[in-house]
């Protein structure tokens, strides 16, 4: 594709629910990066993919979030028994591995009533 | 722990003026530093990237400097526009991650 695209743009739950999203990153990057950006913050990191390598998941809050990447392709975040400080933007982001520049999708809004 | 820190928050200017936006972290050892454009329900587009043994990068009306030494990084908008009014965000790079700043939100008026 020609960018890194995020589903779905918006979401709103309920507190206590399970929630999915999802990153498609562009074709042929091997780095897969997740972040949060809550109102009036800067961007977090929570989580790195690299290829087939064990994921860096030093920025996960608490077990209540997790990330799959199946090969090369498409990532979920999933956030369990949700809270309402986990309403944020969710960001995503793909690189090609010896290169520096990140390439950001749209976000996921997560809104957790 | 890499801190990095932006100031002003906010910055409203009327068209055409220079401007410039600071950036700050506590640890020298970075790989390298990005700044970033942010537009409200887009996702960041990266404007600038300093690789740690540069001082400066430019593109177009941007210019972007580094004193990895002093944890400091200046992006400079000549001329500015309305077009530019968006949050401006920096961030270095520690090993695999980036660390950002809470951004600079600009407003550029007619």
């Known amino acids: 594709g020609a960018g890194v695209s995020q589903s779905p743009s918006n979401k709103v739950t309920e507190k206590g629910k399970d929630v999915e999203l999802r990153c498609d990153p562009i074709?042929?990057?091997?780095?897969l990066y997740w972040y949060r950006q809550r109102l009036g913050q800067g961007l977090e990191f929570l989580i790195y993919?690299?290829?087939?390598?064990?994921?860096?998941k030093s920025g996960l809050p608490s077990d209540r979030f997790s990330a799959e990447r199946t090969g090369e392709s498409v990532s979920t975040l999933t956030i369990q028994r949700t809270q309402q400080e986990d309403s944020a933007v969710y960001l995503c982001?793909?690189?090609?591995?010896?290169?520096?520049?990140?390439?950001f999708g749209p976000g996921t809004r997560l809104t957790v009533l | 722990k890499q801190e990095v820190t932006q100031i002003p928050a906010a910055l409203s200017v009327p068209e055409g003026e220079n401007l410039v936006l600071n950036c700050s972290f506590t640890?020298?050892?970075?790989?390298?530093l990005q700044w970033f454009r942010q537009d409200p329900g887009k996702g960041l587009t990266s404007l600038l990237l300093?690789?740690?043994?540069?001082r400066e990068q430019t593109s177009g009306r941007l210019n972007a400097s580094l004193d990895k030494s002093s944890g400091r990084s200046t992006l400079y908008i000549a001329a500015s526009q309305p077009g530019d009014s968006a949050t401006y965000l920096c961030?270095?790079?520690?090993?695999?991650?980036?660390?950002f700043g809470t951004g600079t939100r600009l407003q550029v008026f007619p």
């Open positions: 982001a793909s690189s090609l591995v010896g290169t520096d520049t990140q390439y």
């Open positions: 074709s042929g990057h091997t780095a």
């Open positions: 993919f690299q290829g087939n390598s064990a994921p860096d």
């Open positions: 640890d020298s050892a970075i790989y390298n």
């Open positions: 300093i690789q740690s043994s540069q």
């Open positions: 961030a270095v790079r520690d090993t695999d991650k980036l660390i």
